[in-house]
């Protein structure tokens, strides 16, 4: 799987982005509907941390608190991709968002090592 982030940008607070992840039917040897698919980010100078994941049965787990109510992750078997729609978007929402993918089991997870497959990530900078 070669997963490709996009949909980054630079807004400022209180806008909207969304970030999508593509590249999730590129492998005949997984099937889309039996992936785990999580959005990760990370701000220079600090660990890479979980924002939020969507099982292969459409659970979502939202591991960051200051996302909920403003982060909502979905899948769109149609067109295999996985979408962060982020709104009211805050300084600290600044950083390199990853998306990040695992077919050995059908539950999320916060811990990136739990994920085998990555995009190279896209930029989301947010400011005045």
């Known amino acids: 799987l070669q997963l490709v982030e996009s949909g980054g940008g630079s807004v400022q607070p209180g806008g909207s982005l969304r970030l999508r992840c593509g590249g999730l039917?590129?492998?005949?040897?997984?099937?889309?509907?039996?992936?785990?698919v999580g959005w990760f980010r990370q701000a220079p100078g600090k660990e890479r941390e979980a924002v939020s994941c969507?099982?292969?049965?459409?659970?979502?787990?939202n591991f960051a608190e200051s996302v909920m109510g403003r982060f909502t992750i979905t899948r769109d078997k149609t067109d295999w991709t996985v979408y962060l729609q982020m709104n009211s978007l805050k300084s600290e929402d600044a950083g390199t968002y990853y998306c990040?993918?695992?077919?050995?089991?059908?539950?999320?997870?916060?811990?990136?090592?739990?994920?085998?497959?990555w995009g190279r990530g896209t930029q989301v900078t947010v400011s005045s």
């Open positions: 969507i099982s292969a049965s459409g659970l979502v787990v």
């Open positions: 039917n590129g492998d005949p040897r997984f099937t889309f509907d039996y992936l785990v």
């Open positions: 990040a993918a695992r077919a050995d089991s059908p539950h999320c997870r916060a811990a990136a090592s739990d994920f085998d497959y």
